[in-house]
């Protein structure tokens, strides 16, 4: 027998119907909304985890498997980092690589808040259909950086990406490379998107030590 809802409004709602409604990730707070009755939100989240419709990607955060493997469109990595975290933004290697800097896939996916807090690392792994839907995530905080500057919103998904420079950048800040290994990482780069003017320009923004290494970045470059 098909699950059925009531809404405040006295309508009754297939729990299929209830999950269109619902966009690809979702908070309680939205389903909440949706039934505009608290009351039910954990009932309902619970039938819907039982019977795989949804999956909690982590606290508080579902994924819409049935109206995803409907459409077959699936939040990409960077979309879920920016949702769990709405002041995030996608940088570091994944940004890197983004950027055809560097051609190897990083296995987590970066992004960067002001503060981390207690949840610094997200993975979810799961198989629907044939479809294998995973995301492994990593917050690391930068709170003396402002923010801006190099971080624009991407056109084909809901997240937001540091630019060449400063994701470069972000890198040796939090990495903290040695020259040596800096100079090895470049000569493994491809460097044609990045700009000298805006890798200048960005590095003001940095520390010191930063700076160092992003003029030796900058002389290599023109060498």
């Known amino acids: 027998m098909v699950t ?3 809404t405040s409004t006295g309508k009754n709602l297939q729990l299929e119907e ?3 409604f619902l966009p690809p990730l979702f908070r309680k707070g939205d389903l909440d909304t949706c039934l505009r009755n608290e009351r039910y939100s954990a009932q309902v989240l619970n039938r819907a985890l039982k019977r795989r419709f949804i999956a909690r990607i982590t606290r508080g955060v579902y994924l819409n498997v049935l ?3 409907f459409t077959g469109q699936w939040p990409t990595v960077e979309e879920t980092a920016c949702y769990i975290k709405p002041a995030a ?3 570091l290697e994944w940004a890197l690589h983004y950027w055809d800097l560097i051609l190897q896939r990083p296995v987590v996916c970066t992004a960067v808040v002001s503060r981390v807090g207690r949840l610094r690392e997200v993975y979810f792994s799961e198989t629907y259909h044939g479809t294998k839907v995973e995301y492994h995530i990593e917050y690391s905080a930068l709170s003396k ?3 801006h500057f190099g971080i624009e919103g991407l056109d084909e998904m809901e997240a937001r990406m540091a630019l060449p420079e400063r ?5 040796i800040h939090v990495r903290r490379p040695s020259e040596y290994l800096l100079r090895s990482w470049l000569d493994e780069m491809d460097l044609e ?3 000298l003017e805006r890798l200048k320009a960005f590095s003001a923004y ?3 030590r930063v700076k160092k290494l992003a003029n030796l970045v900058m002389e290599l470059c023109k060498s």
């Open 67 to 69: 109206k995803c493997s």
């Open 167 to 171: 994701a470069l950048l972000d890198w």
């Open 4 to 6: 059925l809802l009531r």
């Open 145 to 147: 950086i402002p923010r």
């Open 206 to 208: 940095y520390p010191a």
């Open 89 to 91: 933004y996608i940088s």
């Open 18 to 20: 209830l999950l269109a």
């Open 193 to 195: 998107n990045l700009s």
